[in-house]
């Protein structure tokens, strides 16, 4: 009986391991990199913004209010950017955060085998934060951050 159950394990090791390619080890991702502009509800530069996405890092706007947001993401026609002011005054006000899909546009298509889905791209992103002072309140279209 031992000898079969070790014969056993062995042959579904073995078909695991015929079934399942090096290519297919992994979830499918894509690679994105998104160009764009921080602004305030005047149309002035915010910079000291903190952009992210769920499963990149985060990066900075310029004093110029511009970021070039690389990062790798599951396929997807959109990637989605939260933005967050957290210097307080020091960039002109205090900003609502939010968040925001970024739809894409594929610019190097993927592996016709294994898990890269190509790189997509978004340029000329402008986005619009709301001045907490302001008596504007916040694009209901936006997500806040709260709301994750």
Do not use: W
């Amino acid at each position: 009986m031992r000898k079969i159950y070790r014969i056993f394990v062995a042959s579904v090791v073995l078909l695991m391991t015929a079934a399942c390619s090096k290519d297919q080890v992994g979830d499918p991702y894509m690679l994105f990199e998104i160009h764009g502009k921080v602004v305030d509800t005047e149309g002035n530069p915010i910079g000291g913004i903190i952009v992210s996405s769920e499963q990149s890092d985060q990066q900075v706007t310029g004093i110029d209010g511009t970021f070039s947001f690389y990062g790798r993401s599951t396929p997807s026609a959109t990637v989605t950017l939260s933005f967050e002011d957290n210097d307080g005054e020091q960039n002109g006000g205090e900003f609502f955060d939010l968040s925001l899909k970024i739809p894409m546009k594929e610019k190097t298509p993927g592996s016709a085998v294994g898990n890269y889905r190509g790189t997509y791209f978004a340029g000329g992103v402008e986005v619009e934060m709301v001045n907490k002072k302001a008596q504007v309140n916040p694009d209901p279209e936006v997500v806040p951050l709260s709301a994750f």
